[in-house]
C-alpha cells in the first residue's frame, strides 16, 4: 500500500539555526500539505502544493513540490523556539483520492537544544 | 468562525462502556473525517464523510461507529470501549473541490479506557 516516510523522525534545534525535513512517498502524488501540532492541539495546516517543481513560502517557511512528484522538503530559517512541535507530510490517499482523503506521515518532531 | 470543535476534551472510559465524540464545523463543509494518534504511529484514518447521511470506512474502522445526520456533525462512537482504543481523536473537515486536499482539524479528544 501507500507509505510516506518523514525523515529526520526527530531533531534538535538551536534558535537561529536552519532547519530541514524531508517526505518521500512510494506512488506519485498530486498535492503535497505540511502540517505542524503543537502539543495537546491539532494539526494546523501550514503550506499546500499543487504543482510539480512549485516552491512555495509562508513566513521563514519554505516548502518545495518535488519534480519527480515522490517527495517534497520543508525548510525552516532562523527557528525561534515556538516552532517545536511535530511536522507531518500529507498527501492524497489513491483509493479515496477523490474523497479528499489523505494519508499522513509519521511526523518530525522538532525540540529545543538542551 | 469556530472552525472544527470537539467534545468532550478528555474522558476516561472502564472497559466495556459505551460513549459518543462530538464533532461540528461551522465552514459548511462537505467532507469529514475522524482519524485517531498514537505515538509513533501518525494520524490514521477511522471513518470518514463525504455528505450528510452518508458514511464509509477508514484504514481502522472497527470497534467505532459513525453518523453523519446534520451536515455541521460528524459523531463518533464506540459501543464497547477497550484498552487499545486509548488514543487521541481528531476531526477534520474539508470544503468539497476537486483537487483540493486541505483538511483543517479540531483541537482533539483524549481518551482513555481501563
Known amino acids: 500500500g501507500q507509505q510516506l516516510n518523514q525523515s529526520p523522525q526527530s531533531m534538535f534545534i538551536q534558535e537561529g539555526e536552519d532547519v530541514s525535513m524531508n517526505c518521500t512517498s512510494s506512488?506519485?502524488?498530486?498535492?503535497w500539505l505540511w502540517y505542524k501540532q503543537d502539543p495537546g492541539e491539532g494539526p494546523v495546516l501550514l503550506i499546500a502544493l499543487y504543482k510539480a517543481g512549485e516552491l512555495t513560502s509562508n513566513g521563514r517557511l519554505t516548502a518545495q513540490f518535488g519534480i519527480t512528484r515522490k517527495d517534497s522538503f520543508l525548510n525552516i530559517s532562523a527557528s525561534i523556539p515556538s516552532d517545536v512541535g511535530i511536522y507531518f507530510c500529507a498527501g492524497p490517499l489513491n483509493y479515496g483520492g477523490s474523497q479528499g482523503n489523505l494519508i499522513f506521515g509519521k511526523g518530525t518532531k522538532l525540540s529545543v537544544k538542551p | 468562525n469556530a472552525g472544527v470543535t470537539q467534545t468532550p476534551k478528555f474522558r476516561v472510559l472502564k472497559t466495556g462502556q459505551s460513549m459518543t465524540l462530538l464533532c461540528a464545523q461551522d465552514?459548511?463543509?462537505?467532507?469529514m473525517y475522524w482519524y485517531r494518534q498514537d505515538p509513533g504511529m501518525g494520524l490514521r484514518l477511522i471513518h470518514y464523510?463525504?455528505?450528510?447521511?452518508?458514511?464509509a470506512k477508514g484504514e481502522v474502522p472497527d470497534g467505532y461507529n459513525v453518523s453523519r445526520l446534520k451536515k455541521q456533525n460528524f459523531l463518533l462512537g464506540l459501543e464497547s470501549a477497550a484498552p487499545s482504543q486509548t488514543s487521541v481523536y481528531f476531526c477534520?473537515?474539508?470544503?468539497?473541490?476537486?483537487?483540493?486536499?486541505?483538511?483543517?482539524f479540531g483541537p482533539g479528544t483524549r481518551l482513555t479506557v481501563l
Open positions: 464523510s463525504v455528505g450528510e447521511g452518508t458514511t
Open positions: 465552514m459548511n463543509h462537505e467532507y
Open positions: 477534520a473537515s474539508s470544503p468539497l473541490l476537486r483537487g483540493y486536499n486541505e483538511q483543517f
Open positions: 506512488s506519485i502524488f498530486n498535492t
